[in-house]
């Protein structure tokens, strides 16, 4: 995939912007710089590019400047032979649309990035400062895994072998073999405390009638109490509600009584409290105010009395206007101050013309039209003049440089065609026979290839050798070690199952033996303890010892003497004993009978057991005998394990493997070598004598590359002798015509001249003829031909002021005898501004009798509104006096204050009978009152006092109930209502379902550990030999040949990278500065890509300036890698450092620079 246009439509700072990369060039590298200054916007190029291709972030950091909604970025984007165009919107669905907005399915790109998300993208395809030095530190990190180091490079993830081992320290946590403190034995531990609280809470069934009757009898006696308290609580609520409503109610009857003082009809509406005032000040404000309008009507009409008009100028008004301030006006002046400056100037312009003629040589009084030149024939004359001189040095130049010409040709002769044409073009044939020959050498690679070639065949000889090395203790050739019979891989392992299962099995039957032996000792140990404590026999005893008793019996029957009844009397009383005992224990008869049961199952099941455990070691013995004929036969000591044996095959297949590389690599070399040979014999046949079969191959080319040069160089200086003469002849032959064409040209502009001056002065007799004469009366002729025009202009310009004078003068003049005014003949302008103050005066008394006429019509606008309002003020007052029964103002004013008095008494009477309804929780009024009628306060305050009295004996005798009730039912829940039995099984399983869990997820993590390192390891064995031999090419590159590669060493189980200096020491990677540590990395890296390309279509690798800890020599030489990358596929370098544009085109020729 390739990255053609990112468009920034709306995205962070940009605005409409786009960064057109153009198409990639067939053959050469596709690499990008892009530059711009901190904070230009190069990390949101790459940000808005992850955006188009994974979708907007949910909380964007792009978002500043336009709106999420109207956030849009796009691009066009060559997959293949297709090409895309598709844009990125801020949305949570369908939010990949085409330029015209069709939705486009989010699966555009899922082909070429293969399941990639955006971290992934990062990672793989990405690398700046930070992720450089993280890889810096993940070299360091390392440890001796290279396997996880060529990952972490080739796929940009880090921390591989920091995040294996933070795995093993989790799975260690939960289960360590050699600890005894983990997760698993924890979690074992209070299984077996859990288990130990369930069976403490086994409690007789005997016990739980008694506690369920006593928890009941408790239950009802707290019942009948706490009723009885709830009744008396009420009554007591009661009684305390109708001491507080008694003064409500007394309060009451004294507003009531309070209202019957007044004697007033239906409240007048509220809004008339503040009415009285409002009238007194309306009726006084149309009062004030028609005296103000009447005083001020009488002022306008003795001011409009006193302004006259002026009728006349009124009437010659728009004449004045016309004139005064007018351009005529303007004119009148300007010649006034100009008129005797312009004649003086023309004045002086006539003598300027009497000195001009007497230049040319004519009296002054002579008629200047006579002498002018026609328009523009001056300039063309000027032009002529200045054309012939360089006419005429041409013509000399021309002659001299044909005669100098001719006598070089001359010189020359004819001697440089002395070597004949077959010569010349056999010479040439041998030349480009050996040319192709050294270019088909050098194309080839050959002397690279042939050094490779040995090199391999030196690295594939040390593989072999380690590899024979490592099979030890067998030893052999590798003939023998290929013709061995070696049993196949699923016999390997299906004996390594077997003896696996074989010992698993023997391992879980010796663990069930001592399990049962330590569960027989048990129950053994806890039988003899019952029988000892209670003296019961068991019941194999007690058969045995009434056993006793009848042997004792009969033998005392056959006999009858005093021994035999002592023997039958001992065996009885011992048989009476066993008896007695056992049923004063009936009880516990139960538990011996079981233990003694267990103990029987327990030794017969143990029987069994051992003989399973005897037949299976002799099973993994017998496969153990067959490894080691397996292992006699492979040529190993006797007792080697199988898996050493499996890692012996491994190690065998890795040299068979080796050797055949070895056998390649010579097979390689000798071709290499023959080509070799067949390059020499070439070039011995074109150069006529055999290079030295020993010697360097190098020298061979470069002794033929001498020659070829040497050839060259003769054939090169017989070309330049006959290309010398060739343009000698030429030249002279240019001299020739260029003399002919510039003697033309000067016989051509003498006729010109002659033609442009006929008929003019010029061409009389009295006029110079020499032609510098001529060149110097020109420019006398050109002045007095300006002088004459500006004399002529002076000429109209005076005419014209006069003119302007006499016209202002005239108008002026009608002007003061139509308003009958002075006329002042020498200073027209003082008449007419005296116009002008006649005229401002008059419009200035017009414009305030009109003003005084607007003013007398509002007068009686604002009288007609007045009059409207007193007649409202009138109605008002005539309502009111009505309403109340009275005749002015202030007597209203007291019949308003009686009202809102009564009315204040109404509503606190309503107040107070609405907090007597609520205290005594009635509906009305007159409820709460009858209830209160029979009752005072001394009654109920008795009452009260033994409601008290009675509510705390309730309350203690409740409390005595309730703890009762709950000792009670704290008793039965321990019997049998209690759910701690519940809860501590339910503990118990949830510790082993946890225990479950984190078994299974140990074992995935082991087995995950292990499949990473396996993986690791093969990995490292895969890509190694590649992606070392890439990144030591790219280092020794970067580092412009201070380092000649890249090696490994082991060290036991590990295998550390080291780096070759060229003065022949080496260093690992924590001796390596760190600008060096991260040009390792970048290697690595690089290298990693090349491997990627190599099997998937690649995507654009971005970068974002990681060369701050580069010099010069070392970023130019890490450019120069970056276009070599960029022939596989695009890459694009993001930097703020403006000199790396020049050592990128240094680097590349091919780059492409971008600007922010």
């Known amino acids: 995939m390739r990255l053609d246009r990112l468009d920034l439509v709306r995205y962070g700072k940009f605005t409409d912007r786009s960064l057109d990369f153009g198409t990639a060039m067939p053959g050469k590298p596709d690499f990008h710089l892009v530059y711009g200054p901190n904070e230009a916007g190069k990390s949101t190029l790459f940000s808005a590019y992850l955006d188009l291709l994974f979708g907007i972030e949910k909380s964007s950091a792009y978002g500043f400047l336009h709106p999420y909604a109207l956030m849009r970025v796009g691009g066009q984007f060559s997959v293949g032979a297709e090409r895309h165009e598709a844009y990125r919107l801020k949305r949570n669905q369908a939010s990949l649309v085409s330029a015209d907005d069709r939705p486009l399915p989010e699966t555009l790109f899922a082909a070429v990035l293969g399941g990639m998300d955006r971290n992934a993208y990062r990672t793989m395809f990405s690398l700046d400062d930070e992720s450089i030095e993280k890889g810096g530190e993940d070299i360091l990190k390392s440890e001796g895994e290279l396997g996880a180091m ?67 009898a408790a239950a009802g006696r707290h019942g009948e109490m706490t009723a009885a308290r709830t009744e008396v609580r009420a009554a007591l609520a009661q009684v305390e509600r109708s001491l507080s409503a008694l003064p409500y109610l007394r309060r009451l009857r004294a507003l009531r009584a309070e209202l019957g003082a007044f004697d007033l009809g239906e409240s007048p509406p509220a809004g008339w409290r503040s009415l009285s005032g409002e009238l007194a000040r309306e009726e006084a404000e149309i009062a004030a105010r028609a005296a103000r309008m009447e005083a001020e009507r009488l002022h306008l009409a003795e001011e409009l009395a006193a302004l006259p008009e002026d009728e006349a100028v009124l009437a010659a008004e728009a004449d004045i206007t016309a004139l005064a301030g007018s351009a005529l006006e303007a004119r009148f002046r300007t010649a006034a101050m100009d008129l005797a400056s312009r004649e003086a100037e023309r004045d002086r312009v006539a003598v300027s013309i009497g000195a001009n003629l007497a230049a040319l040589g004519l009296p002054a009084d002579a008629d200047p039209a006579g002498v002018l030149l026609p328009p523009g024939l001056g300039e063309k004359l000027s032009s002529l003049l200045s054309r012939r001189a360089t006419l005429a040095e041409r013509a000399e130049t021309a002659l001299r440089e044909r005669a100098e010409a001719e006598r070089a040709l001359a010189a020359a002769g004819e001697g440089a065609g002395s070597v004949s044409e077959e010569d010349a073009q056999a010479d040439a044939a041998l030349q480009s026979r050996l040319a192709a020959a050294l270019r088909t050498a050098r194309s080839g690679d050959l002397s690279a290839r042939l050094r490779e070639a040995r090199r391999l065949v030196v690295l594939a000889r040390q593989d072999a050798d380690g590899a024979m090395a490592r099979l030890v203790p067998w030893s052999g050739t590798a003939a023998a070690l290929e013709g061995m019979a070696v049993p196949p891989p699923a ?36 039988l003899a303890a019952l029988q000892k404590a209670t003296g019961a026999a068991g019941e194999e005893q007690a058969s045995h010892l009434r056993a006793v008793r009848e042997t004792a019996w009969q033998t005392h029957l056959g006999i009858l003497d005093r021994a035999s009844a002592a023997a039958f009397e001992q065996a009885m009383r011992d048989d009476d004993r066993a008896s007695d005992a056992r049923l004063r224990n009936a009880d516990r008869l139960s538990d011996l009978r079981l233990l003694e049961r267990t103990v029987a199952e327990g030794m017969a099941r143990l029987e069994t057991l051992r003989g399973e455990v005897t037949r299976l070691a002799e099973a993994r013995a017998a496969i153990e005998a067959q490894v080691s004929s397996l292992a006699a036969r492979l040529g190993l000591p006797e007792g080697t394990a199988l898996a ?148 002529g202009e002076f000429d109209h310009r005076i005419a014209g002021m006069r003119r302007d004078q006499q016209d202002y003068a005239g108008h002026a003049r009608r002007l003061a005898e139509r308003l009958a005014e002075p006329f002042d003949a020498e200073d027209p302008l003082s008449t007419v501004a005296a116009f002008g103050r006649r005229r401002a005066a008059a419009t200035a008394v017009r414009q305030r009798r009109e003003a005084i006429d607007k003013a007398v019509l509002r007068l009686d606008e604002e009288e007609r509104a007045l009059d409207e309002r007193r007649a409202v003020l009138v ?53 709460a009152e009858a209830l209160l009628s029979a009752v005072d306060d001394d009654q109920l305050a008795a009452e009260k006092d033994d409601l008290s009295a009675r509510l705390e004996e309730l309350d203690r005798a409740v409390q005595e109930q309730h703890l ?193």
Request: charged letters at 30%; proline letters at 1%.
């Open 644 to 791: 050493d044996m499996a890692g012996w095959l491994e190690r065998r297949t890795a040299a068979l493997d080796a050797l055949g590389g070895l056998a390649q690599r010579t097979v390689e070399a000798d071709l290499v070598d023959r080509e070799r040979r067949d390059v020499l014999a070439r070039l011995a046949a074109l150069l006529g004598e055999a290079p030295a079969e020993d010697g360097p191959f190098e020298e061979a080319l470069f002794l033929a590359e001498d020659r070829l040069e040497t050839w060259k160089a003769t054939e090169a200086r017989r070309l330049a002798a006959a290309a010398q003469l060739a343009r000698l002849k030429a030249d002279a032959d240019m001299r020739g015509k260029a003399a002919e064409d510039a003697t033309a040209a000067l016989a051509a502009w003498q006729a010109a001249w002659d033609r442009d001056i006929a008929g003019t002065w010029l061409a009389r007799q009295e006029a110079p003829v020499a032609l510098d004469r001529i060149a110097a009366f020109l420019p006398a002729l050109q002045a007095l031909a300006q002088n004459v025009e500006r004399r």
């Open 150 to 216: 060529l990952f972490s490079a080739s796929s940009g993830l880090s921390d591989m072998a920091t995040g294996l081992a933070a795995l093993k320290a989790e799975a260690d946590e939960f289960y360590r073999p050699s600890g005894r403190k983990h997760g698993l034995s924890a979690l074992k531990a209070d299984i077996e405390a859990l288990a130990s609280e369930r069976k403490a809470l086994d409690v007789a069934a005997r016990d739980y009638g008694l506690l369920v009757r006593e928890r009941d």
């Open 491 to 526: 016999e390997i392992e299906g004996l390594r199952k077997r003896y696996d299962a074989a010992d698993e099995a023997l391992h879980r039957q010796r663990e069930q033996v001592a399990a049962l032996e330590l569960d027989v000792a048990s129950a053994r140990a806890t």
């Open 875 to 927: 109605a008002r007052l005539s309502e009111v006096y009505a309403v109340l029964g009275c005749d002015t103002l202030a007597e209203a004013d007291l019949m308003l204050d009686a009202y809102r008095k009564r009315d204040e008494i109404l509503a606190r009477v309503h107040d107070v009978g609405r907090d007597l309804a609520q205290q005594l929780r009635t509906e009305t009024v007159e409820e």
């Open 964 to 1156: 009762l009730r709950a000792r009670a039912e704290e008793a039965l829940a321990k019997v049998a209502g209690s759910d701690a039995a519940a809860v501590l099984e339910e503990r118990r399983r949830t510790v082993l379902i946890d225990l479950a869990e984190k078994s299974r997820r140990y074992l995935a993590t082991r087995a995950g550990i292990l499949a990473a390192e396996q993986a690791l390891r093969l990995y490292r064995e895969r890509h190694r030999s590649a992606m070392m031999e890439r990144a030591s090419r790219t280092f020794r590159d970067i580092t412009a040949g201070e380092y000649t590669g890249l090696s490994t060493i082991l060290e036991k189980d590990s295998e550390y990278l080291v780096v070759n200096a060229a003065s022949g020491g080496s260093k690992l990677a924590k001796d390596l500065s760190k600008g060096t540590r991260f040009q390792l990395y970048l290697a690595l890296r690089v290298a990693g890509y090349h491997e990627i390309a190599a099997s998937r279509e690649i995507v654009p690798f971005i970068a974002d300036d990681i060369m701050e800890t580069f010099d010069d020599r070392r970023a130019l030489n890490a450019l120069t890698v970056m276009g070599a990358m960029a022939t596989g596929g695009q890459v694009i370098y993001l930097t703020h450092h403006e000199h790396l544009c020049d050592l990128a085109k240094k680097a590349c020729p091919d780059v492409t620079i971008h600007e922010l």
